[in-house]
């Protein structure tokens, strides 16, 4: 069993990979933005920056989601902003099956003119907040570093193939 987790700042297109690696992957998808407590949104809707605390509930259900989820399937697909190592670790520890992060990348002023042109509770103000809290992931984390600025149908190959020879190597 193994997790793929769309790891990125708001804006940065982890629904819209996720949602199409799930279908490429025949594998379920969850939407990380959906474990959100009611009071974290408010937060957010208000531009108030969630700090950790905020995040550990929310982190704790997508992790019980997820690990429902692979009871009946050997792969699922999660966006979550993952910003921070310790939420990554979070994530690992709650998830219980190797997880492979992938992070999202993009120019700024392409995030910025997704967030002002979707009707989301995150506003674009807290996007330089989530640019500093961002630490990058590094290679223990088992991840993948894609650009946002290419193709969709472009990142869901370049994706799905490592993910298909990780399920041979591993026979996931």
Same mark, same amino acid.
């Given at each position: 069993m193994v997790t793929l987790v769309l790891m990125g700042v708001s804006g940065s297109g982890k629904s819209t990979l996720g949602r199409a690696l799930a279908a490429a992957l025949a594998a379920p998808f969850l939407e990380g933005d959906d474990f959100h407590p009611p009071a974290n949104i408010a937060k957010m809707s208000s531009g108030i920056a969630l700090q950790d605390e905020d995040r550990w509930p929310?982190?704790?259900?997508?992790?019980?989601?997820?690990?429902?989820?692979? +009871? *009946?399937?050997?792969?699922?697909?999660?966006? /979550?902003?993952?910003?921070?190592?310790?939420?990554?670790?979070?994530?690992?520890?709650? #998830?219980?099956?190797?997880?492979?992060?992938?992070? #999202?990348?993009?120019?700024?002023?392409? #995030?910025?003119?997704?967030?002002?042109?979707?009707?989301?509770?995150?506003?674009?103000?807290?996007? #330089?907040? +989530?640019?500093?809290?961002?630490?990058?992931?590094?290679?223990? *984390?088992?991840?993948? /570093?894609? *650009?946002?600025? +290419?193709?969709?149908?472009?990142l869901v190959g370049f994706v799905t193939e490592r993910v298909e020879s990780l399920r041979a190597s591993y026979r996931i």
């Open positions: 929310w982190l704790d259900s997508l992790g019980a989601a997820v690990r429902s989820v692979l +009871q *009946e399937h050997t792969l699922a697909v999660v966006s /979550c902003s993952a910003l921070k190592r310790r939420y990554r670790d979070r994530l690992r520890s709650e #998830i219980r099956t190797p997880l492979m992060f992938i992070w #999202i990348t993009a120019p700024v002023d392409l #995030i910025s003119s997704r967030m002002r042109h979707r009707h989301h509770y995150m506003p674009e103000s807290l996007l #330089i907040s +989530q640019i500093a809290a961002l630490e990058p992931p590094d290679a223990t *984390e088992c991840a993948l /570093c894609v *650009e946002a600025t +290419q193709p969709i149908e472009q």
